[in-house]
């Protein structure tokens, strides 16, 4: 067996997602190359040369891979598959846009966001919001699958020694360019890889009272994330949205502040390792999976906690 | 410019599904069903650009067994023109899906092809990306701003770090996420239109495709259940459990 993994990366960091995907291949087993298309991004292929496990790092560096396109990206992706057993994307916004393609050119089918290897060949997945967890077996000649980091520790950042392999295809995407990107800049952790997370729903109010989290997570070295009702609301942008259609997050401790605790909403969160709950109304239903629950109006609690931590 | 949008009948957003005894599937018996949140946004976002003057028909398509007729009044409802069932049993994954779309697109030559971004049963996003492969078309998946121009759509993509925009050529595919509009209520002469409006029933044999999968479900169990906790008396509780019960923070 042998596995292809699409980096996740912005043409100068390797992204940490990357690293939960490669633990997920070494449960399938079998060697492992690395592929990493972008432009200028020579330093990522470095980084990656140094992760466990990686035998070969492909990379494809390139004007036309600056932005990652799904049209291209996945032609070449394609041309590479012939000698893979299976093909691995985190199950990230980048992922999940290119991947299908890949399945479908390949003519196979797509496993999504899969959270436990348990053979080769078969593999586990949340359907319904998380509701409910298929076990699922694929007799494809290729398996295409994107991994949700949740599902699977890191593998060693440092320590691997992969071969560097430069590739020469030059695939352009005519029909699709980039116009340009407004990236949230801020100097927290990634939502998905925070070890705290603090989050608000629509009980904040309003984009300024939101901020009195931050405060808190300032404190705690966390995280910020929200509801899709913060979302909607304008209250912050779309990257913090935590649940089935947002980030899927399972960090040490999730702090929800206003939030009601929709299956939606659960979805995102509901495996972190500790849940706290900070919420007016006692019979909202994050309480039932709150380890600790605070019934208090958040705008005398959650300063009490900055000033208590 | 016409606008083929797939519209996917699934279990109500609200329902809290259950697992079936036998661990085979979930229970789908008496159950509500609903149009897929994300397809409501997809062929709202359709009607809106007919009601801007960009488009002149929108055809709305759903695969599945009969009871997708009532997702596709639905959509016909809310704006769409006619509608394509095409009649297969329900589940079938979704590389079947785009292919059965792509006949339907060869067929019907659509300048757009608006699907939603995930379905709320299988969550597997993956529809509307296959389908462009298949057709070779360029994709816009998770928009959550559309505006044609000049025989191209520009596209606001919800990513993991923000907001990007992509400029496609048209004909393409657009897939929609939750902010891109909201669907307005069908009114009830609306809903006595969209009964006349035309159904037309296909089979997958007709279009020469075959449904078969070769990913098979071993097994659906319920999620591990999480036990609830305490209920703490005090901020100054809160904080005493974390560092020494929960130990999560200094
Ligand atoms: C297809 C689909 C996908 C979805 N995907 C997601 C998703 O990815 N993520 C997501 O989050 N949602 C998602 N949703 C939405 C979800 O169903 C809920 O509507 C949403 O999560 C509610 O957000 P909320 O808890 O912030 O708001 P609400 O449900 O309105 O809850 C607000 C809470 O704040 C509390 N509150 C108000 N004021 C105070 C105060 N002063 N002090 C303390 N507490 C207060 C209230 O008691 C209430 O419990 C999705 C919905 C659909 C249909
Ligand atoms: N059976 C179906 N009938 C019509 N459209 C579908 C069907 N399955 C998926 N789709 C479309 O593809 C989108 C994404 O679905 P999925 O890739 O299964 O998560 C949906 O929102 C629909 O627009």
């Known amino acids: 067996m ?9 043409n100068t960091n390797l992204k940490p997602a990357t690293l939960n995907t490669l633990a997920a291949a070494a449960q399938i087993g079998g060697d492992i190359d690395l592929l990493v298309v972008g432009a200028n991004c020579q330093s990522v292929a470095e980084q990656a040369s140094k992760a466990q496990g990686v035998a070969r790092i492909l990379l494809a560096d390139d004007a036309v891979y600056e932005y990652q396109l799904a049209e291209n990206v996945s032609k070449l992706v394609v041309e590479l598959s012939a000698s893979y057993s299976h093909i691995l994307a985190p199950a990230t916004t980048t992922g999940k846009n290119m991947l299908p393609r890949v399945a479908a050119l390949l003519d196979v089918a797509q496993l999504s966001d899969v959270i436990k290897v348990e053979s080769a060949d078969t593999f586990v997945r949340p359907i319904y919001a998380g509701n409910a967890i298929a076990t699922v077996q694929s007799s494809d000649a290729i398996k295409v699958i994107t991994i949700r980091a949740t599902g699977f520790d890191p593998v060693a950042a440092e320590g691997g020694n992969a071969e560097l392999v430069t590739l020469s295809q030059v695939i352009a995407s005519d029909k699709s360019r980039f116009v340009g990107e407004e990236l949230a800049v801020s100097d927290r952790p990634e939502l998905t890889a925070a070890n705290i997370i603090v989050s608000g729903g629509r009980g904040m109010g309003s984009g300024d ?3 009195i989290l931050d405060g808190v997570a300032d404190k705690l070295g966390a995280a910020v994330g929200a509801s899709r009702a913060a979302v909607d609301a304008g209250f912050v942008p779309n990257d913090l949205q935590v649940g089935q259609t947002g980030k899927t997050v399972a960090p040490d401790l999730y702090v929800a502040v206003g939030i009601s605790g929709a299956i ?12 706290v709950a ?6 909202a239903p994050i309480f039932q999976i709150a380890d600790y629950g605070l019934v208090a109006d958040l705008f005398e609690a959650v300063p009490e906690l900055e000033s208590a931590l | 410019m016409k606008i083929l949008v797939a519209v996917k009948r699934v279990v109500d957003y609200n329902v809290k599904v259950r697992v079936q005894a036998d661990h085979k599937a979930v229970e789908l018996a008496n159950v509500k069903m609903s149009i897929n949140p994300f397809c409501e946004i997809a062929v709202e976002e359709a009607v809106r650009l007919k009601e801007k003057g960009i488009a002149t028909e929108i055809v709305a398509v759903s695969i599945g067994s009969k009871g997708c007729q009532e997702t596709l009044r639905t959509a016909l409802g809310l704006g769409a023109d006619r509608a394509i069932q095409i009649e297969t049993e329900d589940g079938v994954d979704s590389l079947a899906v785009a292919k059965l779309l792509t006949e339907v697109a060869k067929t019907e030559s659509p300048d757009l092809i608006i699907l939603g971004k995930q379905a709320i049963d299988s969550d597997n996003n993956q529809t509307g990306q296959m389908l462009a492969a298949l057709l070779d078309m360029p994709q816009a998946t998770f928009a959550s701003e559309v505006v044609i121009e000049n025989g191209e759509a520009q596209v606001t993509r919800e990513i993991d770090g923000g907001l990007q925009t992509l400029a496609i050529s048209l004909p393409a595919v657009v897939t929609t996420d939750l902010r891109l509009n909201e669907p307005r209520f069908i009114k009830l002469p609306n809903i006595m239109k969209a009964k006349k409006k035309p159904l037309d029933v296909k089979t997958p044999e007709e279009l020469g495709v075959s449904t078969a999968s070769n990913v098979k479900v071993i097994s659906v169990t319920p999620p591990a259940e999480r036990q609830g906790g305490i209920k703490v008396g005090s901020v100054a509780e809160l904080v005493e459990k974390l560092k020494n019960e929960a130990k999560v923070i200094a």
């Open chain 1, 264 to 275: 939606q909403h659960l979805a995102g969160m509901k495996d972190s390792k500790v849940i």
């Open chain 1, 209 to 211: 009272n939101f901020k």
């Open chain 1, 2 to 10: 042998s596995i292809l993994i699409i980096a996740e990366h912005d």
């Open chain 1, 278 to 283: 900070i919420n007016k109304d006692e019979e």
